[in-house]
Nanobody
Framework: VQLQASGGGLVQAGGSLRLSCAAS????????MAWFRQAPGEKREFGAA????????YYADSMKGRFTISRDNAENTVYLQMTSLKPEDTAVYYC?????????????????WGQGTLVTVSS
């Protein structure tokens, strides 16, 4: 599975962005997909995840209520709609695919990673 993240950029606090992650490979619809983020000088942290069917979603407390993860299995794409952005949301956002791993909120639960897309939120 190859993952290509896009959609990052510079936005003012309170604004919105939508990240996309295009996947290649036949296992997309059976893969759990997730977004992690890594702020400068910080560890990569879990943000949101979605089951293969899209029927189950998981969120970190920091994203709950502001961000929405979704997927389009026909297009092999997963999205992260981000609203009410805050300066503390500034980070590189990575999409990840879990094929074998089962830990939803852990880096160890994901087998493939995209290259990351930078989101900068100005105050």
């Amino acid at each position: 599975v190859q993952l290509q993240a896009s959609g990052g950029g510079l936005v003012q606090a309170g604004g919105s962005l939508r990240l996309s992650c295009a996947a290649s490979g036949r296992t997309f619809s059976s893969s759990r997909m997730a977004w992690f983020r890594q702020a400068p000088g910080e560890k990569r942290e879990f943000g949101a995840a979605i089951s293969g069917s899209g029927g189950v979603t998981y969120y970190a407390d920091s994203m709950k209520g502001r961000f929405t993860i979704s997927r389009d299995n026909a297009e092999n794409t997963v999205y992260l709609q981000m609203t009410s952005l805050k300066p503390e949301d500034t980070a590189v956002y990575y999409c990840a695919a879990g094929v074998v791993g089962s830990l939803v909120r852990s880096i160890d639960g994901y087998d493939y990673w995209g290259q990351g897309t930078l989101v900068t939120v100005s105050s």
